[in-house]
């Protein structure tokens, strides 16, 4: 076959072209480190390497949010531990109240210092984060929860309702607390059941809940009622809610009383009510057991600021006290309980992270499997390149030099 100049020409020009067509892009992967420059390199692995960083990107949103996430809980946890601190202090004030040492003076500087101690409470509970979004009112975060009266009576003004973010392709997790669940609901007495003097009392008789668990329900209600026993000694009865006589196996609840005695009885669940009976009852004197009732931290220590301000000392004082001890001790259980659900929630954080930052080393080993150029090889690729279109050249330069005038 025969092949014109102008033939041979072209095919040199193509040749130089191609090589240097091929060098470029050679030139190009190695300058950007990337092996798929466009997406007409390799259609199929430039859609997967678009799926993997899309993965990659939520992936990462995922622990953005976990790590918003911890530094809202971190708060919260430190807050209520704060919160805690102060309770204590205030059960402190209040058994240092009930000491019989005390007089009117001396109790209402203690009265004072409760109210520092409960305007304290109230600023703790309206802690924000920083940017304006309150800790512990629900999902209402831009709405401050607590207000306090004129009273000493603290408002709730938030939700029970709690935001979530979604920390992993199926979790998601609460980075809010309520505060009606962490300061509002809290129940009194032993959380089960409460005991106070009923009002009229003359005796020096002092009642205390027990911890024994009980199930009481509302409107459930009993009084232990004393009379003497005509020896100079004191009876008591224990009496349901119409003041009929509770039974067991028939037999009235009833017996001589005896200073620092433990009683029980049972509720109408069946299960044992436990309270501890001190001092010295008259004839008459009732006391009485009654379900628990959700009451607010707050109004536990306005209640005993108000109590110590009242000109009361002695059995009712310490009746008194012993209520507000049991109550103040409900509120720093409840308060140990949420921050037990804080720390769970930052333990998820933990292990949701840990899976995140497993699947990012993943995700990206399988795009830079794509996506990142092998150097080695390509270099090696970009010098037999530059052979190749070195070879081009001088072929090129060669084959314009020819002439049949030389061989004339």
Do not use: C, H, W
């Amino acid at each position: 076959m025969r092949l014109s100049t102008s033939q041979l020409a072209l095919q040199g020009v193509n040749s130089i072209l191609s090589q240097q067509a091929s060098l470029s892009k050679t030139q190009a992967q190695l300058a950007s480190g990337r092996q798929i420059l466009t997406p007409s390199d390799d259609p199929a692995g430039a859609s997967r390497i678009l799926e993997l960083e899309k993965a990659i990107n939520t992936v990462e949103r995922y622990n953005r949010n976990a790590d918003q996430a911890e530094t809202r809980l971190g708060l919260s946890e430190n807050i209520l531990n704060e919160f805690g601190n102060t309770l204590q202090r205030v059960r402190e004030l209040s058994v240092q109240a009930a000491n019989g040492s005390q007089d009117r003076e001396t109790r209402a500087y203690i009265a004072s210092e409760l109210r520092q101690a409960q305007d304290q409470l109230v600023q703790l509970a309206n802690t924000d984060d920083g940017n304006g979004e309150f800790l512990f009112a629900g999902s209402e975060t831009r709405t401050q929860p607590f207000t306090k009266t004129a009273g000493g009576k603290v408002v709730y003004n938030g939700d029970q309702g709690q935001r979530e973010v979604r920390i992993g392709p199926s979790r998601t997790l609460a980075v809010d607390s309520s505060g009606f669940d962490a300061f509002m609901k809290i129940p009194n007495g032993n959380g089960d059941y409460q005991a106070r003097e009923a009002q009229g009392n003359s005796g020096s008789g002092i009642i205390t809940v027990g911890d024994s668990p009980a199930l009481v329900q509302p409107g459930e209600a009993y009084t232990i009622a004393f009379e003497q026993d005509g020896a100079g000694g004191m009876t008591y009865r224990v009496l349901d809610g119409d003041d009929q006589p509770v039974a067991v196996d028939g037999e009235p609840v009833t017996g001589p009383y005896e200073p620092g005695m433990t009683l029980r009885f049972p509720a109408e669940s069946g299960q044992s009510l436990q309270v501890k009976l001190d001092g010295r009852p008259e004839e008459g004197d009732r006391f009485e057991v009654s379900a628990a009732r959700p009451q607010s931290v707050f109004e536990t220590v306005n209640n005993l600021i108000r109590t110590l301000e009242d000109d009361g000392d002695g059995p009712a004082l310490n009746n008194a006290v012993n209520r507000f001890l049991a109550d103040i001790d409900q509120g720093m259980e409840n308060i140990i309980r949420v921050r037990s659900e804080l720390g769970a929630r930052l333990n998820t954080l933990d292990a949701s992270r840990d899976a995140n930052e497993g699947a990012l080393l993943d995700l990206n080993a399988a795009k830079s499997r794509l996506a990142d150029l092998d150097y080695a090889e390509a270099t090696g690729r970009f010098n037999q390149e530059l052979v190749g279109l070195q070879a081009a050249q001088q072929t090129y330069t060669r084959l314009q030099g020819l002439s049949l005038f030389e061989f004339i």
